[in-house]
């Protein structure tokens, strides 16, 4: 029997108070936020953040981002991971643009770890918002993994010019180590989308 | 060690395309750039698991999880269905959120201006995780249709948005459920995106089997994931 893929729909505007309630202030629970890692996690603190930013250059103030990683050992908390991960570390984040005064996505993990050694480290980003009719994926690499970087298959198959719209780049503050990571949706600098 | 597996591709003749220009929002937002192909490793076939001790019994019923002191009002309904994998296979533990509309057509979202009513006992949230027949039931009230900006006199049709991961990231879906006979679904944009031939999957069926007598009419509605995913294959190194 083949049957055909339910077709995919916007998020809407709307999301808020179904998937990030608490993060947006509404009375509901949520099963995932942007703490994806808590202090018992082992592995580098890191924060990452950034706008995600529309074909006129504005940031949008309504995306909803989802991040999917490995724990610091390069290890999924799923069965077909047979490496037992982390049991304190889910490795997936949630969080919604229209919260942060400046409209940006922000989550707090650890740093990943190479998942297979041929990989080099890297988080899977879903991004969704009204007027995406189709969630998009790409990837978030890390700027001081310059040498990993190289060897990885997959920023390797993406066009030299582009690669470096799926590079964090690696930063201090007052807080600790943040990377930035915008997500350009068009335009010159748009992000690299992947056909997963 | 690196398990493959297989997994069939996203199928672009069922799914809406990026840019869709009778859906004003989508010019901007939607990637312009052909997308790049990726052949899914351990990332891709790995995903977020929440299973059944991630939700209670009463997050899956819209009209008492956030009810104060009353019942919502509206039309009571219920929504069940099976998750299924493109080959038939239910797909089990999987997570669905939903969230809609009260049935004045009002969303509690701070955004919504529209001047229809909240309604003290209805937040209009729910999840629930599938059972090993890939069964999910949800219990709410009928949403309302409502106005939107995207042109002069939109109405957005009757629907309740639905969120799922299945197994992996690779099958995660985010669409929306809509009623039979609705007069708005021939002009609504974001319906209309979906490829003709697919769109009509959006579309629940009213079931006498489901309606509860004196209480609440039945709608089914079964979603096909990406998939299947569960075909492990050694890969040599």
């Keep these: 029997m083949k049957l055909r893929q339910t077709p995919s729909q916007t998020v809407g505007p709307y999301f808020a108070y179904g998937l990030t309630a608490p993060q947006y202030g509404y ?3 949520a099963l995932a936020s942007d703490q994806v890692a808590d202090e018992l996690v082992p592995g580098e603190r890191i924060r990452i953040a950034g706008h995600v930013i529309d074909g006129a250059g504005q940031p949008i103030p309504d995306a909803l981002i989802e991040i999917w990683q490995a724990d610091s050992e390069g290890r999924y908390a799923h069965p077909s991971d047979g490496r037992a991960s982390n049991q304190r570390f889910r490795g997936f984040g949630r969080f919604g643009t229209g919260t942060d005064s400046e409209h940006r996505f922000i989550f707090s993990t650890i740093k990943p770890g190479s998942v297979d050694g041929v990989q080099a480290p890297h988080i899977s980003v879903i991004v969704f918002m009204r007027g995406l009719l189709t969630h998009a994926y790409t990837r978030i690499y890390f700027s001081d993994e310059a040498a990993a970087n190289e060897r990885d298959p997959v920023l390797q198959s993406v066009p030299s010019e582009r690669r470096g719209t799926l590079i964090a780049e690696r930063g201090q503050t007052a807080t600790g180590t ?15 989308f992947f056909d997963v | 060690m690196t398990k493959a597996k297989t997994l069939p591709p996203r199928d672009w003749e069922s799914h809406p ?19 790049v192909p990726l052949k899914a490793t351990l990332s891709e076939l790995t995903g977020p698991v929440y299973g059944h001790e991630s939700v209670a019994e009463i997050d899956s ?3 008492r999880n956030s009810a104060r002191n009353g019942e919502p009002l509206g039309e009571r309904i219920i929504v069940t269905g099976r998750v299924l994998d493109e080959s038939g296979k239910p797909v089990p533990n999987t997570l669905i959120e939903v969230w809609q ?31 090993q027949e890939g069964r999910y039931r949800f219990k709410t009230v009928k949403p309302g249709a409502y106005p939107w900006p995207n042109h002069f006199n939109a109405w957005r049709p009757n629907h309740i948005h639905m969120s799922l991961f ?19 679904l021939a002009l609504d944009p974001i319906y209309q995106s979906a490829p003709a031939g697919a769109r009509e999957r959006l579309i629940s069926e009213f079931s006498l089997e489901v309606t509860e007598p004196n209480y609440a009419l039945g709608y089914t509605f079964d979603i096909v994931l990406r998939g299947p995913h569960e075909t492990p294959m050694e890969t040599p190194r």
């Design chain 1, 178 to 192: 943040l990377y930035h990571f915008d997500i350009h949706m068009q335009g010159d600098e748009e992000t690299v």
């Design chain 2, 61 to 63: 019923d819209l009209t």
């Design chain 2, 166 to 184: 299945g197994p992996t990231i690779a099958s995660r879906l985010v669409t929306q459920m809509y009623f039979p006979g609705d007069p708005l």
């Design chain 1, 27 to 29: 009375p509901f629970t």
């Design chain 2, 17 to 35: 395309p990026y840019i869709y220009p009778d859906y004003r929002s989508t010019p901007l937002r939607g990637p312009k750039r052909p997308l």
């Design chain 2, 101 to 131: 509309a009260n049935a004045a057509g009002r969303y509690v979202h701070k955004t919504d201006q529209h001047p229809a009513p909240l309604d003290p006992n209805f937040l209009g949230a729910g999840r629930c995780v599938t059972d």
